[in-house]
């Protein structure tokens, strides 16, 4: 009665163990497979065409040297037209057309857009600007320099299904930037990001 009884205790703990082993492997195999599919979220370049990303891409579409603006949140809610910039440029990485006045305030602009994959929150059903932004380095001759990265405000423009469009600028904490009588500046970067 005994042996019986000892056989059938060591069969029970073989048992139990080998359940609990099997579920800590399928609980492991489990979590891998999701850690593998979420993927690494940060921030991403998302500036990555000129004047028109083509297709369904995110990208640049311009940038302005535009005359200072009082209230930047109403006036840069809406498209600008090159018509009325200082100097502006559909490509990165280029000279601009125009010429920017001595002792005139102005502000630095971009025109952005994003697609659904980096800016549209499926389950809330809604663009989230959260999720976008843009910054800017500028080193001007003798006036103070924009330091590196500096972080430009975001706005909306407008968006459909499939993309919304933004304008980020930085006005130099509302008083515009300045240059002097044959003074130069040179955008060394100029970066839109989205978190995916």
Not at 29 to 46: A, C, P, T
Not at 98 to 115: I, Q
């Amino acid at each position: 009665m005994k042996r019986k009884s000892f056989f059938g205790s060591i069969a029970l703990s073989c048992l139990l163990i080998g359940v609990v082993v099997g579920i800590v492997t399928i609980a492991n195999m489990n979590i891998s497979e999701i850690i593998v599919s979420v993927g690494q979220r940060g921030w991403h370049n998302i500036v990555s065409a000129d004047a028109d990303p083509g297709g369904t891409s995110s990208g640049f579409m311009y940038f302005m040297v535009y005359p200072h603006q009082a209230a930047p949140g109403t006036a840069y809610a809406a498209n600008l037209s090159n018509a009325t910039a200082y100097e502006f440029s559909d490509s990165l990485n280029a000279e601009m057309t125009g010429e920017t006045p001595y002792s005139t305030t102005f502000d630095f602009v971009l025109k952005f857009r994003v697609n659904t994959t980096v800016g549209y929150n499926t389950s809330g059903s809604r663009w989230e600007d959260s999720w976008v932004r843009a910054n800017i380095t500028c080193n001007f001759d003798w006036a103070t320099d924009i330091p590196a990265l500096s972080s430009m405000t975001i706005i909306q423009i407008g968006n459909n299904t499939q993309f919304a469009w933004y304008h980020a600028y930085i006005n130099n904490g509302g008083a515009g930037y300045q240059i002097g009588k044959n003074e130069k500046f040179n955008v060394t970067a100029l970066t839109a990001e989205g978190y995916y």
